[in-house]
């Protein structure tokens, strides 16, 4: 494809994720939505409503890939149909929006980098956090010299809606995400080593089901249990299984220690039953500590005595409001995949930062499942180009 034509895009996944394709429907300009592909034929009518009344739609995702009119595929369905569907649309000659995790497997992962590989196509993943105002903030005062050489990162994450979001759905068995360090904490690991430059070796970590799961039936719903006028996690939306189901077998909190490339020690903290929701950075260097408040829309500079001017002022940065989902940045994410095709414009992460994020998950699930010992992370496989590297 060349500059000045329009992609045409499928979706598979509907909903949730899939109400990005809002974005690329811009049947004007760029990109235009016309197909989408759900198990449920009632998303399916909501997508049509929502997004292009015109569109072609089925429950069979295959019939979408075989499509000619279409030139790339959005996979925005569930986690463990992430290989499935990539590799589809790949082998299809479809370019690929992938959404994390890549895959619920390291060797899901390879198993897509091997078919990008081998189409010539453009496969682009999910990563909307590096797209995010906060978080780009942050990636320029590292890059800019301001704290020095990093040394130590620490992150907590407090998923203030994760009883709603991770246990009243299919993510809460592990047959279908392996556990939330792939699926919440791929976006965390993935900025730990987009902002550091280098990616984690090896992990230990701990964790448990401490508040969720328990001895419900794995039919139960909110709207049928006799406790929903009490119970604090009863759904509020349109994921209705019960959080204490005796399926659900993921952690709800998690502690992992990271060792980076370079010898950068990071930790990583998620609780999916604590009150609040954000994420809290702090990467400190030889010359000065960075920390972010998302509560206040803040980026905190500490510096030390480093010999130069940097170490008379601390610094504060107001980081600016973004239009769009996710702090605008799905609009902006959207728009690189069509640019990444249309024009050759590189991805902001590339699909082996998509592999690497999803390496970490499974081996710091794996530490914890085993008693907390060191795990090694699987390392860059063979087919990765040096171009892969960086990102």
Known sequence: MTAGKQVRIGVIGARGRGTIAK????????SIVVGAADLYPERLLEFKEDINPDAFVTTDYRELIARDDIDAIAVTSPDFCHEEHAIAALKAGKHVFCEKPLAITVAGCDNILKAWKESGKHLMVGFNMRYMN????????????????????????????????????????????????????????????W????????????????????????????????????CTEVSPGRLIECAFRQE???????MVIMELEGGIKASY?????TPDYQRNYTFIGTEGRL????????????????NTERELADRVYEVKEAKGTHGGADPII????????????????????????????????????????????SSIPNLAASAMRNG
Request: glycine content about 10%; some cysteine.
């Open 134 to 193: 906060m978080y780009r903030t942050m990636k320029e005062i590292v890059d800019s010299g301001a704290i020095g050489e990093i040394k130590a990162v620490w992150v907590r994450h407090f998923v203030g809606w994760g009883g709603y979001f991770y246990f009243h759905d299919w993510h809460a068995n592990s047959k279908n995400s392996t556990g939330l360090l792939l699926q919440k904490g791929s976006h965390d690991i993935d900025i730990i080593h």
């Open 195 to 230: 902002i550091t430059g280098r990616y984690a070796t090896k992990v230990s970590a701990f964790g448990g089901l401490d508040f969720y799961g328990g001895d419900k039936p794995n039919d139960l719903t909110c709207p049928k249990c006799e406790e929903r006028d009490t």
């Open 269 to 273: 903290l998620q609780c999916h039953f």
């Open 23 to 30: 974005y690329w429907h811009q049947p004007e300009g760029r």
């Open 291 to 306: 920390e972010n408040n998302e509560l206040e829309n803040k980026v905190y500079v500490y510096t030390r005595r480093s």
């Open 334 to 377: 959207c728009k690189d995949f069509v640019d990444m095709i249309l024009d050759g414009k590189e991805p902001v992460a590339t699909p082996l930062a998509g592999r690497m994020s999803v390496a970490v998950g499974c081996a710091a699930t794996e530490s914890i499942r085993k008693g907390g010992g060191v795990v090694t992370v």
């Open 248 to 254: 659900v077998n993921v952690e709800d909190n998690n």
